[in-house]
Structures are given as structure tokens and as C-alpha cells.
Nanobody, 123 residues
């Protein structure tokens, strides 16, 4: 089972990026999904989560109103649309597949992690 995150890169403050997370070996539609990020020297923090159906989402306060998590179960893919990016959004972003169908903010609620994609926001 693998999760492949992509879409990171270098962007100026105020810009946008869309991250993708594609799965192989597991049907994502049965599980909640999440995005986390880890800045240099810091812990891996929760960013956003979406339920198995896409009907429920939840965001960290620092990204609410700027980021949107979505999923296409037919494509076995989850997305993170990031708008109005700030330098403090700079981090490696990780997608993760949950252990249940419900949204979750804790790392322990996720059992499969992607390799991460680097997002760098310049000021």
C-alpha cells in the first residue's frame, strides 16, 4: 500500500498550489484522509481532514479559509488546494490514510503515510 503525494514547489506569498495524493494498493473511499505538515525543526502538525464520503471536513485554524481538502474516490485521490499562501506555510506536506471513516486530527488516527512533498513560500 502506497500514498504518493505530489504538487509541491516554490511559490510567492499570496500564490496558490494544489497538492495531490494518489493511492495504490488501498481503496481510499473506505477511509478518512488527512494532510499534515512539518516545518524544519518542528513537529508534524495537522492541516486538514476529510471523511470517507467527503461530507465532512475540518481544518487547522491557521489554514481555515485558505485551504480546501477534497477527494475523488473514483480516482482514489485526495487533494489540498492551498490559496493565499504565506511564508509560514513552508513545510513538507504529508497525506495520510485514516483508520476509520470519520475525520480525525491526531496522527495516531492514521496508519498509512505518503512520502511528503515540499512546499516553499517565498516572501
Amino acid at each position: 500500500v502506497q500514498l504518493q503525494a505530489s504538487g509541491g514547489g516554490l511559490v510567492q506569498a499570496g500564490g496558490s498550489l494544489r497538492l495531490s495524493c494518489a493511492a495504490s494498493g488501498r481503496t481510499l473511499s473506505s477511509y478518512a484522509m488527512g494532510w499534515f505538515r512539518q516545518a524544519p525543526g518542528k513537529e508534524r502538525d495537522f492541516v486538514a481532514t476529510i471523511s470517507w464520503s467527503g461530507g465532512s471536513t475540518y481544518y487547522a485554524g491557521s489554514v481555515k479559509g485558505r485551504f480546501t481538502i477534497s477527494r475523488d474516490n473514483a480516482k482514489n485521490t485526495v487533494y489540498l488546494q492551498m490559496n493565499s499562501l504565506k511564508p509560514e506555510d513552508t513545510a513538507v506536506y504529508y497525506c495520510a490514510s485514516g483508520i476509520t471513516q470519520s475525520i480525525a486530527t491526531s496522527r495516531v488516527s492514521y496508519d498509512i503515510w505518503g512520502q511528503g512533498t515540499l512546499v516553499t513560500v517565498s516572501s
